[in-house]
């Protein structure tokens, strides 16, 4: 029983290209985020949405848009992608903002690769 | 600024030895700082957080604000250790993580 599921875990595609990855959650929790680690294992926070509102930004450029159609989704969608784009993004759900107690629940990450 | 440093990208340590993960962060404020762990092929998950002051899997973790760290500890090491080890501290409505260690336990 999948608790944070990302699809797709892994997407090859060309520069200049349009891409989604799609995350879900059946835990029932309100916050949602996407982080993005990079080649050195780095992981960094892009955007967390609470109760479907955008509650973090972090200097994503804004070829990169997230959407919460409801509490349970949130997914990523990346125009123009371009070389440094290529890492593996993080879809992760908390109760309230940080977790609450800081707990956060990760999806299985998908890695993307930009050609 | 908010900052969690892990100064070691990859810690090699014998089977049965102690193990030491250090952290150290840089916060105004009364600081949350957890521990998560990624075993190969599963999710990052957390491991321990130091309001709980709680043992796992053998593992602790002693928050110092005079040294500003919060280093992980296991007296004996265990094969099943190995994995990638991220120090993480909450700001205000976020976390942030380190740069994470990779821990490898040598039989």
């Known amino acids: 029983d999948t608790a944070v599921s990302q699809t797709p875990k892994y997407l090859v595609t060309q520069m200049g290209n349009d891409k989604s990855i799609k995350c879900e959650q059946n835990?029932?929790?309100?916050?949602m985020y996407w982080y993005k680690q990079d080649s050195k294992k780095f992981l960094k926070i892009m955007f967390s949405?609470?109760?479907?509102?955008?509650?973090i930004n972090e200097t994503v450029p804004n070829r990169f848009s997230p959407k919460s159609p409801d509490k349970a989704h949130l997914n990523l969608h990346i125009n123009s992608l371009e070389l440094g784009d290529s890492a593996v993004y993080f879809c992760?759900?908390?109760?309230?903002?940080?977790?609450?107690?800081?707990?956060?629940?990760f999806g299985e990450g998908s890695r993307l690769t930009v050609l | 600024a908010q900052r969690v440093t892990q100064p070691e990208k990859l810690l090699s340590v014998f089977k049965g030895a102690p193990v030491e993960l250090k952290c150290n962060y840089s916060?105004?404020?009364?600081?949350?700082l957890f521990w998560y762990v990624q075993y190969s092929r599963q999710r990052l998950q957390l491991l321990l957080r130091?309001?709980s002051r709680e043992s796992i899997k053998g593992f602790t973790a002693d928050l110092n604000k005079g040294e500003t760290s919060f280093h992980l500890k296991k007296p004996f090491a265990q094969e099943e250790d190995s994995a990638m080890y991220y120090c993480?501290?909450?700001?205000?409505?976020?976390?942030?993580f380190g740069k994470g260690t990779r821990l490898h336990i040598l039989p």
């Open positions: 992760a759900s908390s109760h309230g903002l940080a977790g609450g107690g800081g707990e956060l629940f």
């Open positions: 835990l029932g929790h309100d916050t």
């Open positions: 949405y609470n109760n479907k509102e955008l509650i």
């Open positions: 916060y105004s404020g009364s600081p949350e």
């Open positions: 130091h309001i």
């Open positions: 993480a501290l909450r700001s205000g409505d976020k976390i942030i």
